[in-house]
């Protein structure tokens, strides 16, 4: 099973600062089958990035995703008010699929 | 537009058994395989298995396994995750979710359905 660690586990930032959330597999994940989600309190997850770097339909530019084998991350370029919520990465390379244990970027 | 609709919040006793439901709309039901990823209080996601309504192609998270049975009847559109026998511990945030193919990230989601398991 790949274990995917995610860090930090809390990031305090303001609005308009950039954020980056990194995402270590314990091994490769192969044709970057890596993606993202965020959740939003009270909500269901939102698919973010797929792909590594692809970003769903309707998600803004200001997300953006890299990194491939055992390294990955999201970046979000200027933090907007809606963007304070938990991500999560996960690999969907190997079976059973996991995710990581998620990063909280709450308001500073 | 693609739409799943999960069943509502169950409140059971330990033991007691269990079926929830998640219905899919929007699109060709029988040709995406659909995932259930479970949430405990203030926890991660955990993915539980997926199956693949076409066929009820079905595979489990080892971690699940045994403990749950996932299926699905296309001509409905509705796929289910049961449970024989609850324990407390499986008091959690159930999430069913779209997969545009086998290797495919959590595309669509459902709003989520509250089990909550307490004597």
């Keep these: 099973e790949i274990v995917l660690t995610q860090s930090p586990g809390t990031l305090s930032l303001s609005p308009g600062e950039r954020a980056t959330l990194s995402c270590r597999a314990s091994q490769s994940v192969s044709s970057s089958y890596l993606a993202w989600y965020q959740q939003k309190p009270g909500q269901a997850p939102r698919l973010l990035i797929y792909g590594a770097s692809s970003r769903a339909t309707g998600i803004p530019d200001r997300f953006s995703g890299s990194g491939s084998g055992t390294d990955f991350s999201l970046t979000i370029s200027r933090l907007e008010p809606e963007d304070f919520a938990v991500y999560y990465c996960q690999q969907y390379d190997s079976s059973p699929r996991t995710f990581g244990q998620g990063t909280k970027v709450e308001i500073k | ?119």
């Design chain 2, 1 to 119: 537009e693609v739409l799943l609709v999960q069943s509502g919040a169950e409140v059971k006793k330990p033991g007691e058994s269990l079926k929830i439901s998640c219905k899919g709309s929007g699109y060709n039901f029988a040709t995406y395989w659909i995932g259930w990823v479970r949430q405990m209080p203030g926890k991660g996601l955990e993915w539980m298995g997926i199956i693949y309504p076409g066929d009820s192609d079905t595979r489990y998270s080892p971690s699940f396994q045994g403990q749950v049975t996932i299926s699905a009847d296309k001509s409905i559109s509705t796929a289910y995750l049961q449970w024989s026998s609850l324990r407390a511990s499986d008091t959690a945030m159930y999430y069913c979710a779209t997969l545009i193919n086998f290797r495919a990230a959590l595309n669509y989601w459902g709003q989520g359905t509250l089990v909550t398991v307490s004597s």
